[in-house]
């Protein structure tokens, strides 16, 4: 099978050589020199599935501000969605008309025992979210609007705890590990070169293997079950639609239908921002 337009959804903190949230978030020298090698590995990537044959690129910037990239510098030709609202989040421009999804530089979930800035959207306010009973990070989450739209997410990159995470629901991914996690903020990191070499085999691979790898594979329905850190932000969380509380910092939410699913979640994310002081 080949791929003809590939979906990226770029985080930052599973680039090779960043361990640092001053690497992450600017406006620092740190943070130019980690946008930088950010830049490198999704070029890498769009280079790899070029060479598979993909066509046509959409790079979603979905950390922080999610404005990390020079536009002109992406390669591929690719089309970049940045800026600071999308009702989707991590996972906006994505539809059926995608071969295949890439997740670049991610990174494991909040509790993870050995995960670089490990985190679940936002550190602040979220302490673990579960997926049909399994404790999920970002990937499993967004990987809720890939079923959706029938998209295999084919490739994912970051630590060994995002290559572990990501295959709970897509068992064959092509999961490129660029680091190994001494703790939350230590890491053993690929030179960049390595590193990118590395990603552009991973994506090459990935577009080849993708009736392999098949879309997400997440029961449904589904339940996401969430934990906060305070019950002020599960109080807050009930005030949506079909989310109930389960325990006092913990509220529950059922979906048949991920998209639908996600859209809660990112809700909830939003709202607790208000709480999260
Ligand atoms: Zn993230």
């Given at each position: ?14 680039t090779?050589g960043i361990?640092?949230?001053g690497q992450?978030?600017?406006?620092s020298q740190e943070y130019e020199v980690g946008r930088r090698l950010l ?153 960049p ?85």
């Amino acid at each position: 099978m080949s791929a003809g337009r590939v979906y990226l959804s770029t985080d930052i903190e599973g680039t090779a050589g960043i361990v640092d949230w001053g690497q992450v978030l600017g406006p620092s020298q740190e943070y130019e020199v980690g946008r930088r090698l950010l830049l490198a590995e999704i070029n890498s990537a769009i280079d790899g599935a070029s060479e598979a044959g993909a066509t046509s690129f959409l790079v979603n910037d979905a950390h922080a501000t999610m404005t990390n990239l020079p536009p002109a510098a992406i390669h591929g030709e690719a089309s970049y969605l940045s800026g600071r609202y999308k009702p989707l989040y991590m996972m906006e421009g994505l539809d059926g008309s995608f071969d295949a999804a890439f997740f670049i530089a991610y990174h494991g979930s909040i509790g993870h025992e050995r995960a670089i800035l490990a985190h679940t959207y936002n550190p602040g306010a979220i302490w673990e979210v579960q997926l049909n009973g399994t404790v999920v990070g970002e990937s499993a989450l967004n990987a809720l609007v890939a079923l959706h739209h029938g998209v295999p997410v084919a490739l994912i990159t970051g630590d060994q705890a995002t290559a572990d995470e990501a295959r709970t629901f897509a068992p064959a991914i092509e999961a490129v590990v660029v680091k190994r996690s001494v703790s939350r903020f230590a890491a053993e990191s690929l030179h960049p070169r390595a590193a990118c070499e590395l990603i552009r085999a991973g994506a090459r691979s990935a577009v080849e293997r993708l009736g392999e790898i098949g879309p997400p594979q997440i029961d449904l329905p589904a339940t996401l079950d969430i934990t906060f850190l305070t019950a002020d932000m599960a109080e807050a969380a009930t005030a949506i639609r079909g989310v109930v509380r389960s325990s006092t910092r913990s509220v529950t939410v059922k979906d048949d239908e991920p998209l639908a699913l996600y859209r809660t979640f990112v809700t909830i994310v939003a709202l607790t921002r208000g709480v999260a002081g």
